[in-house]
């Protein structure tokens, strides 16, 4: 299969699965209980301007623009929805699946290429079920007015659908236009049009117009518009025209300001900040790029745009603006020109600037895909793109370059990646002939096989070294065993943090131990580790005090072999997934701290294969503040690489331990108990050497094979 083949370049992939195996029912075995402040999703950014990045969207986020999207068009109990959006798509996700399931209205949903095929299907549905919400980006409306035929309408009534939301990409007036006067005979109304503005970092939806008003075109003048950054309006319909998106949604706020970050008078050009309730919590593991776009509580839209009448309208992305000779020229503009001349693929066509130097001025360039192969038609069609650019905004390209239909890349949503292709035109890749699919598909599987031996290599000499750690501890465990079993637990733990050593030496694992003096006192503390592989118990009984005490799972005390050394050394047992019975084990802590011994924890509950320090259960802190016992916490790094989850091959590393001096309780209340467990948490993040989960439950679901007993 394909997706084998793929599965080489990335290592991350585990499974592949098909439509079907996805499709077969599971039994739920417990709801998660989520709060309003977790992370519920990361959507990505279409990636139009710049690479995509993980937006972080909480179950807040996503609740609060579901509500005012649906204030904004007046939902009613009656209400269908239609649509063909793909769920991986904002638009498609949450305000048209997750929009009707959270407001329990009918969705009829049909397949991306359903709608691509046969563009009338989406139309046919809206009537057979008479649909009255649905939406897409302004290319399917285009798609609408140029693919449909008279005769596939006959006896098409669309009277029903009341809000028809067009966003997701630029929109152009023109298409409103025409795509109102085509099917207005078949009962379409002007009003239902909906031009909307939203992005990924504010959920879905951000700007709405009045659903009972037609939509409002704001003509502007082109020369005080492209010279002076000015939207200022013209009577007679020759200007630049732009849609009005409407007011913000109920709860949310936007502003435009100028560069210094300063709000701006109504119909001057400036960047478009929001801030509200929808507003993201962050780009996932780019703090970098959050940071960038967070102004004084105001989030940066990339987007440029003027406020008229308390409406706004959206001009373009700043990033794709186009700066020549002294005049601010926006891509969609050109591009919608050039698609408009027969034999240009209209949709696929992208402008965007290149400087070579700081000496040269900025050149235009214009890559449009079209089916013409004859060089003769090709010249005439170039000579045609620049002459009808300079006809219509006074501006002359520098280099037309006509390719290949599918050559222009997009995003997964439609969306032209002006970014990629001018990369693209940079590098020197636009216009090659590609080579056959067979030959790409041939070169594939050759690099995924290359990349396979290559992995071999080390997956040969983790074996190697595997077999060589399990005879190792298979010979040398037994005589330790029974002088666990037979003697007392003094001379055991003995044996054991002998062995220990000599086994993490043999197996070429050295330990480096960073401020070994915070491990001793005279006093009994809670020690504090966090937990990565199968290994950190042992690791603990070699360098931690004889007398500690280690808090472990329930399960270990079942477990052949391991049960022995648990049950003689004291190990104190815990039930993760019995509530009640953490109120029993909490008190056996207590009362080994009463004895003056020290306890050991590992407050996460669990690890995976995956790295990164998870959040920390109370139960431990707890005692220790009701205790007034002081908290050591301690690093471990390297121990995952060893040995991780779910994996049973192992690889020799270096393994460093890093002890944090003591933290002791401020007090007994709650706040405290929360306080303490978050600075054990930051002094363990800080040398632990993995990133911090801060949304991810520890342990909260059991396994399966625990679920069932």
Known sequence: KFS???????????????????????????????????????????????????VVLSHDNLLSNLRAYSKAIKLKPDDVAVSWLPLYHDMGLIGMWLGSLYYGIPLVLLTPFTFLNRPERWLWAIHYYRGTLSGAPNFAYELCIRKIDAPLLEGL??????????????????????????????????????????????????VIPDVDEVFHIDYVDRKKFEEETLAIPVENK????????????DGHDVRIVDQEGEPLPERHVGSLQFRGPSSMQGYYRNPEATKAIYHDGWWDSGDLAYQANEEIYITGRRKDLIIKAGRNIYPAEIE????????????????????????????????????????????????????????????????VILVAPHTVPKTSSGKLQRAACKKMYEEGKLGKKQSPVWLQMMRLASQSMIRSMTKMVPWVAKVIYTTYVFLLLSITIWPVYFIVRFYSRKIGIRATRIWGRIAFALAFCPIKIINKQNLYHDFPVIYTANHASYIDALLMIVLLPEATRIVGKKELFTTPIIRTFVKKLDYISVDRMDIAKGIENTRQMEAVLKKQLPVLIFPEGTFSYAA??????????????????????????????????????????????????????????????????????????KDCGEPSLDFIAAQSVAPKEHARN
């Not at 029912?25 to 710049?50: C, E, M, N, V």
């Not at 060893?642 to 944090?660: A, N, Q, S, Y």
Request: aromatic share 8%; charged share 25%.
């Open 4 to 54: 084998h083949l793929l599965s080489a370049f990335v290592p991350s992939l585990k499974h592949v699965k098909t439509v079907d195996q996805l499709l077969q029912s599971r039994s739920i075995s417990s709801i998660y209980p989520a709060k309003h402040d977790q992370f519920a999703l990361i959507q990505y950014t279409s990636g139009s301007t710049a690479a995509p990045k993980g």
């Open 157 to 206: 009534d669309l009277s029903s659908w009341r809000t028809a939301a067009n966003g997701a990409e630029k929109i152009y007036p023109r298409t409103l236009e025409q795509f109102a006067d085509k099917f207005a005979p078949y009962g379409f109304k002007r009003k239902t049009f909906l031009p909307v503005y939203g992005l990924a970092e504010s959920t879905v939806g951000l």
């Open 238 to 249: 020759q200007g630049l025209a732009f849609v009005s998106c409407g007011k913000p949604m």
């Open 336 to 399: 919608e020109i050039v698609g408009d001349i027969p034999d240009i693929r209209q949709g696929c066509v992208t402008a965007f600037s290149v400087t070579a130097n700081e000496e040269v001025a900025e050149q235009l360039i214009v890559v449009a895909e079209t089916r013409e192969t004859k060089q003769s038609k090709r010249k005439t069609l170039i000579n045609t793109i620049t002459e009808e650019i300079a006809a219509r905004l006074d501006v002359t390209p520098d280099h």
């Open 612 to 685: 990164g320090l998870r959040p920390f259960r109370f139960g431990g802190f707890k005692t220790a503040a009701e205790t007034n016992t002081p908290v050591c916490p301690i690093a471990l790094q390297g121990t995952r690489l060893i040995l991780r989850g779910d994996e049973k091959l192992m690889r020799p590393g270096k393994i460093t331990v890093t002890i944090c001096p003591l933290i002791k309780p401020a007090g007994q209340e709650w706040s405290d108990v929360a306080a303490l467990r978050n600075r054990v948490r930051e002094c363990i993040a």
